[in-house]
């Protein structure tokens, strides 16, 4: 069986090629633009050099033509917003439709999750299955081939988007992911200055301070790049404290594997409690600088 | 000029129960617009406001979703008037055949310049049904869109993207999904919602199909974690400092 795996980022490339080899005998790396291309990843490496000004999903016509030619049976993509254009074309070309950020595959039938991780859906593509998902199950997987290199012939396509400028987003560089301690703040904080509170516990126990997604939205609170939730992260600190946070699904399957998790909130029936190990029903501007104070 | 908002109705999850069994029960749940459908309304109501263009927008589901409440939510955001197609053919469609049934009413309105469509939906948040829907248009799609500045002939987005903020241009007839934080949803006013009565919703026939290209086995809430569910009043004697003691222990 042939697989296409599309990726922007090298460490994803190498990860989505893994996945690949566990159900494909013939897998071909499709590179579009710069992607540095990891060594020996994929039996096939099919380069797509893009034209000066073209935006990367104006090479899913070049994609889909490549399609026509070898007739992939499974395509993996990498669950960027460029990427999910150029799959979802390729998905429309092929009659498809996108299983999109599949968190566990199985003999063709693939998990995600659905309204927010309220349920986990089972699915099985129809015809050709084209699923987008990150590679971290496959980390550890072994990918393989000898990386043949093919230039492919570039495709005009019939509705370009032109590139006008880009500018690359600055990172606060703060990874969650690798904290053992988080405090995540909601919209229990009714004012920016308030997370200032929050970054005082935080200085008491080496926390990481995280968020909601509301306080990286329409505010800028916080970096984007903190928020947890079904869109966000996913954590698995020991400890995550969740002041004036309500506890709904979207954010809560993004910290649901934490060893202990505490939460401070002024609703006694708001949802949190009845998924948090401790919790205090109290007003964050006084609980969190007393639990700062006493720690 | 017109502009077409494609506007998802689902569920409220707020009131969806998880039964014994571990399905979802919908029984309870309102109809409701998919959350951050909302910020595309907004925007494209913005964005006629500044053009002089009226805004219609479009919703594709089952018979459940013909609620007059939430037809009237609709129509009180700064949108002129509303095709609906609720039909049991139309429910739980797959993203290429959402995509198939919204391209066919859109081909039904005159001098659409432009598409907009939500972040993605509450539901599946596929982010994929503007990709399927201008490929049936056979228009151009952006997404991600935190800007639009449109002209008669193109549009110029700003799309912020996993590592940098693009900007783009595009010639129209397009599709765009933008962001949330393209524009804050109003709340709308009595007046409004009044208004919103008297406003056009035109119920069409839900068009020809395609067949499933997504096959569900089961779709089954996760086994809840066990936690301690320890809660405890602020006020309550010792509360802050047991709370303490628990988290110097689990530290
Ligand atoms: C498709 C989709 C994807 C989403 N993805 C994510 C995601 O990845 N991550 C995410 O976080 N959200 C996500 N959301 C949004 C999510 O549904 C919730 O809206 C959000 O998590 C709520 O954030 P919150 O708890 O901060 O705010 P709210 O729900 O408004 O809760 C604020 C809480 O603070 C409490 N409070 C108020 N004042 C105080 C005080 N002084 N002291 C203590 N407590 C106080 C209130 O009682 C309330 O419980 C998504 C939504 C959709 C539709
Ligand atoms: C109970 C239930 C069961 C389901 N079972 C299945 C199933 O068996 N197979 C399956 O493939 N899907 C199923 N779905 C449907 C699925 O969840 C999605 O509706 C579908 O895949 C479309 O993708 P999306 O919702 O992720 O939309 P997205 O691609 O995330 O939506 C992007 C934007 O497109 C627009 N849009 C999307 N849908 C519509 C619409 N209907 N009308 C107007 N505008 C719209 C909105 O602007 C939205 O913001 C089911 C849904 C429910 C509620």
């Excluded at chain 2, 998802?8 to 959350?35: C, F, G, M, W």
């Excluded at chain 2, 907009?116 to 994929?128: F, I, K, T, V």
């Excluded at chain 2, 869109?145 to 008669?152: G, P």
């Amino acid at each position: 069986m042939k697989a296409f795996v599309l990726a922007e980022h090298t460490d994803a490339a190498r990860g989505l090629c893994a996945a690949a080899r566990t159900v494909a005998d013939d897998v071909t790396l499709v590179a579009i633009g710069d992607v540095a291309v990891p060594e020996s990843c994929a039996d096939e490496v099919a380069k797509i050099a893009l034209p000066e000004g073209n935006a990367v999903e104006n090479a899913a016509e070049t994609v889909c033509a490549l399609a026509d030619e070898e007739a992939p049976e499974v395509v993996f993509a990498e669950p960027t917003r460029r990427l999910k254009i150029v799959a979802g074309r390729l998905a429309a070309h092929l009659g498809a439709s996108v299983i999109t950020d599949v968190t566990a595959l199985n003999d063709g039938v693939a998990e995600s999750m659905y309204f927010g991780g309220l349920a986990n859906r089972k699915m099985k593509a129809v015809g050709k299955a084209v699923y987008t998902m990150t590679c971290a199950n496959y980390a550890e997987a072994p990918a393989s081939g000898a990386n043949a290199v093919k230039e492919v012939a570039w495709v005009e396509p019939a509705n370009a988007v032109k590139v006008v400028s880009r500018e690359p987003i600055v990172k606060s560089g703060i990874d969650l992911t690798k904290a053992d301690v988080v405090v995540s703040a909601g919209r229990g904080f009714a004012e920016e200055e308030q997370l200032d509170i929050a970054r005082a516990l935080c200085d008491k126990l080496g926390a990481g301070l995280g968020c909601t997604r509301p306080l990286t939205e329409g505010v800028d609170w916080l970096p984007r790049e903190t928020y947890i939730g079904v869109s966000g992260l996913t954590i698995s600190p020991k400890v995550y404290i969740a002041a004036g946070v309500s506890g709904q699904m979207q954010h809560m399957v993004g910290c649901n594997t934490a060893g202990t998790i505490f939460a401070i909130n002024t609703d006694k029936n708001a949802p949190i409690f009845k998924q948090c190990d401790y919790g205090i029903v109290g007003d964050l501007k006084t609980v969190l600088p007393a639990i700062t104070e006493a720690l | 000029m017109k502009i077409v908002v494609a506007v998802k109705v689902v569920p409220d999850d707020q009131d969806i129960q998880v039964a014994a069994n571990r399905e979802l029960d919908y029984s309870k749940a309102h109809q409701i617009i998919s959350t951050y459908d909302l910020n595309a309304i907004e925007a494209a109501a913005q964005l006629a406001a500044a053009h002089g263009a009226t805004v219609t927008a479009v919703a594709v589901g089952s018979a459940a979703i013909d609620d007059s409440k939430l037809k009237k939510n609709i129509l009180s955001r700064g949108v002129d008037d509303l095709v609906m197609v609720a039909d049991d053919s139309c429910a739980n469609l797959d993203a290429h055949a959402t995509a198939a049934a919204l391209a066919a009413k859109i081909n039904e309105i005159d001098d659409v310049a432009l598409v907009l469509c939500g972040d993605g939906s509450a539901d599946n948040y596929a982010q994929q049904v503007d990709v399927q829907l201008a490929c049936a248009l056979g228009w151009p799609v952006v997404n991600a869109a935190t800007n639009i500045e449109a002209t008669d002939s193109t549009a110029t987005v700003k799309r912020t993207l996993e590592d940098e903020v693009e900007t783009v241009e595009v010639s129209l007839p397009a599709v765009i999904s933008v962001t949330p934080d393209i524009a804050i949803p109003r709340i709308p006013g009595m007046k409004d919602i009044l208004a919103a009565g008297k406003k056009p919703m035109n119920m069409a026939a839900a068009p020809e199909v395609p067949a499933e290209t997504i096959e569900v086995i089961e779709c089954l809430a996760p086994e809840a974690a066990d936690r301690l569910g320890n809660v405890a009043e602020a006020s309550a004697e010792g509360a802050i400092d047991n709370f303490v003691a628990a988290l110097k222990a689990a530290l």
